[in-house]
Nanobody, 121 residues
Framework: QVELVESGGGLVQAGGSLRLSCAASGRFLSIHDMGWYRQAPGKQRELVATVTSAGTANYASSVKGRFTISRDNDKNTVYLQMNSLQPEDTATYYC???????????????WGQGTQVTVSS
């Protein structure tokens, strides 16, 4: 079982910045891709950014150039630095990790509980 705990959400004015963190814990053999998704009220959950264990990042076009995803493999933690935030970035942000679980190495998707980001105009 893998637990993901997110932190760093909050209220910020347009143009401001926030940094989200997500730490993975539990019994697992390895963590593969990690990423951030978001869901605004009345909308479907959408990908924000992902990063492989080797550090290759992928971004949604709406956040490219403003958000930066990174990870610390020693700490099993993924970060999302969000700059130039806009009201349309308001959503609940969820962390996701793909992990090979102990002891057989089966891969599963795990999700955090979500952290609220609100950007005021």
């Amino acid at each position: 079982q893998v637990e993901l705990v997110e932190s760093g959400g909050g209220l910020v004015q347009a143009g401001g910045s926030l940094r989200l963190s997500c730490a993975a814990s539990g019994r697992f053999l390895s963590i593969h891709d990690m990423g951030w998704y978001r869901q605004a009220p009345g909308k479907q959950r959408e990908l924000v950014a992902t990063v492989t264990s080797a550090g290759t990042a992928n971004y949604a076009s709406s956040v490219k150039g403003r958000f930066t995803i990174s990870r610390d493999n020693d700490k099993n933690t993924v970060y999302l630095q969000m700059n130039s935030l806009q009201p349309e970035d308001t959503a609940t942000y969820y962390c996701k990790a793909i992990a090979s679980t102990w002891p057989w190495g089966r891969e599963y998707d795990y999700w955090g509980q979500g952290t609220q980001v609100t950007v005021s105009s």
